[in-house]
């Protein structure tokens, strides 16, 4: 079973339509993220929530909104999606424990197409 | 802003040879980590190897090892034998509060 999850996995949508991303994950992480992935470009920050009461923007925020429902809930939503916005969009999740390692651990990504 | 440098976007070896894939990165801070994932045509993201800076060592696991060097700001990834399935995208990555990727490099392996 994986451990975090995204739907759908892939979308076409066209311009100017609302369209939402969806995070879920079992690990019981308190830190999720939502990068997207462009080619010659890796990945790129979105938005980011260190617990359910704090999201901050990331290196790309523009364009794009968050909502941190639970713990383990945290969707992306493009609130009028636009061609440039097609990518692989991914989300993750981290522990703050005293583990302390930093490291994330990736959903299967969305592959988002905007016409 | 931190930076992170892969200089390579597409890099080749022989199975059963050693390849070594280039990471640079930019930052001010003295504590932070380091990491290479990487991206099979799946496109999963896995994790290969990490590193914490205030670590002298050199990471490793298993095939996989890293030279960290923390003046010259560097952080390289061996990949000893290489195997078929190692053939992927694998990017650097570089945390301090958020995690900054490299923009990859591809790597194929020929039989």
Redesign the interface.
Known sequence: DADVTQTPRNRITKTGKRIMLECSQTKGHDRMYWYRQDPGLGLRLIYYSFDVKDINKGEISDGYSVSRQAQAKFSLSLESAIPNQTALYFCATSDSGTSGSNEQFFGPGTRLTVL | AQT?T?SQ?EMSVQEAETVTLSCTYDTSESDY?L?WYKQPPS???I?VI?QEAYKQQNATENRFSVNFQKAAKSFSLKISDSQLGDAAMY?C?Y?NN???????TRLTVKP
């Open positions: 992170v892969q976007p980590y990491f496109r999963q993201m994790l990490r990017f990555a945390y958020d995690m900054r990727f490299g923009a990859g």
